[in-house]
């Protein structure tokens, strides 16, 4: 297990060259600040291992010290995230994955969500200086997976269609079992490093386990969204068709007519697949690109709230703030 150095009043933080360091081989990078190897980055607990070929395992309790925007180069597989306080955009690709709470509430279910990659690919994460974020994520390997036994499993043709399908997604609740077992990930007991390697190990594989069984029970249960492959490229060619019409008027008739299917099923599979409407999907596609035009062309308030469709630059920052976590200026302010 890696652990962050002890830091001032014993606080434990994290460097820029810890995360190079714990890459291994992912390509990361980071992109914004510019910093050394010695600057830290992050003050908490934060923990990297490869429990086993092709399983690892990444835990944070942490807070971000800088605005930062890294980049790392992910390989084949299947991610499984459990946010238990905190939010992260993330980018793989072109697309979006905004995972966990963007306000942190009492008794707000914990978020869980699988995202597939059936090939190498780029992921993106911005945050923002002062974000506090407590999860866990397993990955495991398409080799782990067709290793495992799944095909004793039922369902488990839909879970490997769903593991070769690129960049298809699913949320899922977890059990309350399941979060006491993420809470101990987060703060192992203070065993020897192999014992407490066999400790989170155990509990990585009640992740994966619990959200295989999901993934198969969501074709058998005809209450959840059935999606087939073909399904997560209607999705991918509605996400092309959004991005290629960000300044024109698009009405979901237009999107629906332009991918061959009814609105209804479309707003059903694109829910299904991306755990969102397609309505706000758009209009987080235009506040990410009125930030970035904020952070890249230091372009005012007022034009970023038109680049985002918005008549009111009050409710452009109201809708950027509950998006990002900050106001539009904070962006801006760094140019």
Same mark, same amino acid.
């Given at each position: 297990?890696?652990?962050?150095? +002890?830091?001032? /009043? !014993? $606080?434990? @933080? ?5 995360? %190079? ?7 990361? &990078? ?72 963007? +306000?942190?509430? /009492? !008794? $707000?279910? @914990? ?5 597939? %990659? ?7 994460? &911005? ?75 155990? /509990?990585?594989?009640? @992740? ?128």
């Amino acid at each position: 297990m890696s652990a962050p150095d +002890e830091g001032p /009043r !014993g $606080a434990r @933080v994290v460097r820029h060259g810890d995360l %190079r360091r714990w890459a291994r081989g992912a390509d990361f &990078r980071l992109v914004e600040p510019v910093l050394g190897d010695d600057a830290v980055l992050l003050r908490g607990d934060f923990v990297q291992m490869e429990l086993r070929s092709g399983l690892s395992l990444h835990a944070t309790d942490t807070w971000d010290l800088h605005d930062l925007e890294t980049r790392a180069v992910q390989q084949p597989g299947l991610t499984f995230s459990l946010f238990l306080e905190g939010s992260v955009t993330a980018h793989m690709g072109e697309r979006i994955f905004p995972m966990g709470h963007r +306000e942190s509430a /009492r !008794g $707000a279910p @914990v978020e869980a969500v699988v995202v597939a %990659r059936a090939r190498r690919e780029t992921f993106r994460r &911005r945050s923002v200086c002062g974000t506090h974020v407590r999860k866990v994520t397993v990955t495991v390997s398409p080799q782990w997976l067709e290793e495992s036994g799944l095909d004793a499993v039922e369902g488990h043709r839909h879970v490997l269609a769903f593991s070769r399908t690129h960049l298809a997604s699913m949320r899922w609740t977890p059990s309350a079992r399941l979060v006491s077992l993420v809470e101990q990930i987060i703060k192992p007991p203070a065993y020897a490093p192999v014992m407490r390697n066999l400790y989170c190990e155990s /509990r990585a594989l009640e @992740v994966v386990g619990e959200a295989l069984h999901a993934i198969a029970r969501s074709e058998a249960d005809p209450a959840a969204p059935m999606l087939r492959p073909k399904d997560y490229v209607r999705v991918r060619a509605v996400c092309e068709f959004i991005d290629a019409h960000l300044d024109d008027a698009v009405t979901l008739d237009t999107v629906a007519r332009h991918v061959g299917m009814s609105v209804t099923t479309m707003q059903r599979i694109f829910r299904a697949a991306r755990g969102t409407t397609v309505v706000d999907h758009i209009r987080a596609r235009k506040l990410d690109r009125a930030r970035e035009a904020l952070e890249r062309d230091g372009v005012s308030v007022n034009e970023a709230a038109f680049l985002a469709g918005y008549a009111n630059p009050a409710n452009f920052a109201t809708a950027f703030k509950r998006m990002f976590g900050v106001p539009p200026r904070h962006f801006r302010a760094r140019i």
